[in-house]
Each structure stands twice: as C-alpha cells, then as structure tokens.
Antibody, heavy 117, light 110 residues
Framework: QAQLVESGGGLVQPGGSLRLSCVAS????????MHWVRQAPGKGLEWVAF????????YYADSVKGRFTISRDNSKNTLFLQMNSLRVEDTAVYYC??????????WGQGTLVTVSS | QTVVTQEPSLSVSPGGTVTLTCGLS?????????PSWYQQTPGQAPRTLIY???IRSAGVPDRFSGYILGNKAALTITGVQAQDESDYYC??????????FGGGTKLTVL
C-alpha cells in the first residue's frame, strides 16, 4: 500500500532550524515530483515547495524563499525540507504530497512544527 | 500578489446541491491553471477530490464534479450527505510549478 510518512517536527525557538523528512513506500518515488504543504493552527492550506522527480528544479512560496530548502534522495525514497531562520508564523502541520498532473496524488499524515520561545 | 478566492462558508440541506467556486483577485481562472479540489475534515490530512479541472480521483463518488464556470473554477456536489460537511480547498498552478491554494470554504450541511 502506497504511503508517505513525515517526521522531524517538534518545538524550536525563533531563529532556529529544523529538518523534516518524508519517507515514501509502495510506489515508485523517483518518478514523482513532490511537495510540501503546511497548515497553521485553525488556518487554511498553504503550498510551501515543490521538487521535480529528478531533483534538479525546486520552487518555493514567497513566504519561505531563501529560508527553506526542499531536497530528495531517490535512493532512499525520502523527501526533505530544511527549515532555517524559523519564525513564529512558520508554526504549522507540515504535509508532504506526491504530484499528479499539477495536483496531489498522495498525502502524508503531517508533522507538527512549533516555533516558540 | 495574486490571491485565490473562495467563499468562506456555504450551507446546504441534505440531498441538495451546492456549488463552490475558485477565482482570482485579478483575472480569470482557465483550465490551463489545472485547478484541483481537496476535502479536509478537522485533524485529518486533505483528500484529493478533483484534479486537472474535472478528473475525479480514485474512489471519489460522481456526486462531486469539477469544471470551469465563467471566469472561475467550480466544484458542484449533488445529493449532499452529512458526511460532506468539511472544509474544501482549491489549488491553482499559476506559474511553472508554483501552486497557490485558495483560502478554503467551510461547508455546513444543515
């Protein structure tokens, strides 16, 4: 059964860093572009970043550009999100998702990131 | 900065029909923006309903249909059931691999 499992969330102070991981199983991970999406408490969904299947191109929302880096290791079926210079407003549940024709074919269950002093 | 707009809230009676829309703060939504739609209940990950304007994801009942309505994307739910009470989000691909979600519509089944 195909699934995505995120990990790496937790509590971090403003200005700190965190690295999220998303492990894929049950499908050909290396054939799919991958996304990160987040949802602040009580708020809507916000698209964060996308990486193409071969890892050669990355795209970011303006709110995270220059602070977050999306990457992947196709040999380990794993997607990453390196988050630096974290702000209180980055507090959210972070979901990874696999791309399908400009949408999401699969979603992970999410991992909570809390930025607070 | 372009904003993707959705009705903040809508209500519908069981068995009824409701249409949710997805527009742009400036300009029209075209099928080339590949609109997609997502359903989310509290505490759960989103579920993909519609992609590429009008293609239903696997397992999505045909009560859900997506299309372009004038200058917006639309999602119509017919024969609404209590279990359809959820938040619904649209997503547009506005530039090469840049995506933007709408603010979401909270659907209440009265």
């Amino acid at each position: 059964q195909a699934q995505l499992v995120e990990s790496g969330g937790g509590l971090v102070q403003p200005g700190g860093s965190l690295r999220l991981s998303c492990v894929a199983s049950g499908f050909s991970f290396g054939r799919y572009g991958m996304h990160w999406v987040r949802q602040a408490p009580g708020k809507g969904l916000e698209w964060v970043a996308f990486i193409r299947s071969d890892g050669k191109k990355q795209y970011y929302a303006d709110s995270v550009k220059g602070r977050f880096t999306i990457s992947r290791d196709n040999s380990k079926n794993t997607l990453f999100l390196q988050m630096n210079s974290l702000r209180v407003e980055d507090t959210a549940v972070y979901y990874c998702g696999s791309d399908q024709l400009w949408s999401f074919e699969r979603w992970g269950q999410g991992t909570l990131v809390t930025v607070s002093s | 900065q372009t904003v993707v707009t959705q009705e903040p809230s809508l209500s519908v009676s069981p068995g009824g029909t409701v249409t949710l829309t997805c527009g742009l703060s400036s300009g029209s939504v075209y099928s080339s923006y590949n609109p997609s739609w997502y359903q989310q209940t509290p505490g759960q990950a989103p579920r993909t309903l519609i992609y590429k304007t009008d293609i239903r994801s696997a397992g999505v009942p045909d009560r859900f249909s997506g299309y372009i309505l004038g200058n917006k994307a639309a999602l119509t739910i017919t024969g609404v059931q209590a279990q359809d009470e959820s938040d619904y989000y649209c997503l547009l691909c506005l530039d090469t691999d840049i995506r933007v979600f709408g603010g979401g519509t909270k659907l209440t089944v009265l």
